[in-house]
C-alpha cells in the first residue's frame, strides 16, 4: 500500500513555512546575533519555481531591429489621449436602438423587452454648434470613436464593439448634432436573436 499524498503537508512546504515564519539570525557589528527581517516571502513556499527569462534571453522576434511584435501592442494604442492637445471635448449622449415590430409591441411575440440587451443598434449624439461638417473628421473602429474637428476632439471608448461597415453618420447643421447611428456585433444569446 503506497503512502498517501502529502499536498500542502510535504516536507518542503513545511520547511520553507519554517523559513518564512522564523527570521534568520545576523551577526551585528560587535560580533553578537542580532534578529533581522526575513528575506523570504509567500512566494518561497512550495517547490521552487522556474527562474523568469531575463531580457538577454527572451526570443527575438524575426527583424532584430524590432524591439516589439504587432501581437504585443494592445489595440487602438494609436489612439492616445494626449495632454498638449487643447481643443475640449464635446457633450454626447450614447442611446440604444432596438427594431421591434407590431408583433413585439401589442402581442408579444418575441422575447425582446426595453433593456440594452435586446438593442441592436447603438446610436451617439454629438454636440458640434458653431461647426461645419466639411471641417468634422470622424474615424471608427470596432471599440473607438475618434471625432476631431478645430475646436473639439471626442475620443470615446465604446460600450461594445461595433461592426465598422455598416454604419451612418448625419449632420444637423441647425441643431449643431452630429447623429451617429452604428450596429454593434453581439453573441447571439436566447434574447438577441439580431
Known amino acids: 500500500m503506497e503512502p498517501p499524498e502529502l499536498g500542502l503537508c510535504s516536507a518542503s512546504s513545511l520547511l520553507a513555512l519554517s523559513q518564512l515564519l522564523s527570521p534568520p539570525e545576523e551577526e551585528d557589528e560587535d560580533g553578537g546575533r542580532a534578529i533581522g527581517v526575513s528575506s523570504a516571502g509567500p512566494g518561497n513556499i512550495g517547490p521552487p ?3 523568469a527569462p531575463t531580457a538577454a534571453t527572451q526570443v527575438k522576434y524575426g527583424n532584430s531591429k524590432e524591439i516589439w511584435n504587432a501581437e504585443d501592442v494592445p489595440e487602438d494604442s494609436e489612439y492616445n489621449d494626449d495632454a498638449l492637445d487643447s481643443r475640449e471635448q464635446p457633450e454626447y449622449e450614447i442611446l440604444f436602438k432596438q427594431h421591434v415590430s407590431a408583433e413585439d409591441m401589442f402581442l408579444g411575440m418575441s422575447r425582446k423587452d426595453a433593456s440594452t440587451a435586446c438593442c441592436e443598434d447603438m446610436l451617439i449624439k454629438i454636440k458640434l454648434p458653431d461647426t461645419k461638417a466639411s471641417d468634422i473628421t470622424l474615424d471608427i473602429r470596432e471599440k473607438v470613436l475618434d471625432l476631431r474637428s478645430p475646436e473639439k476632439k471626442l475620443l470615446l471608448h465604446l460600450p461594445h464593439p461595433v ?7 448625419s449632420f444637423f447643421s441647425e441643431k449643431g448634432t452630429l447623429e451617429v447611428t452604428l450596429r454593434m456585433k453581439r453573441e447571439l ?6
Not at 461592426?163 to 453618420?169: H, I, L, N, P
Not at 444569446?189 to 439580431?194: L, P, R, T, V
Open 163 to 169: 461592426d465598422t461597415k455598416s454604419g451612418k453618420a
Open 189 to 194: 444569446d436566447f434574447i438577441n436573436f439580431a
Open 49 to 51: 519555481k522556474a527562474a
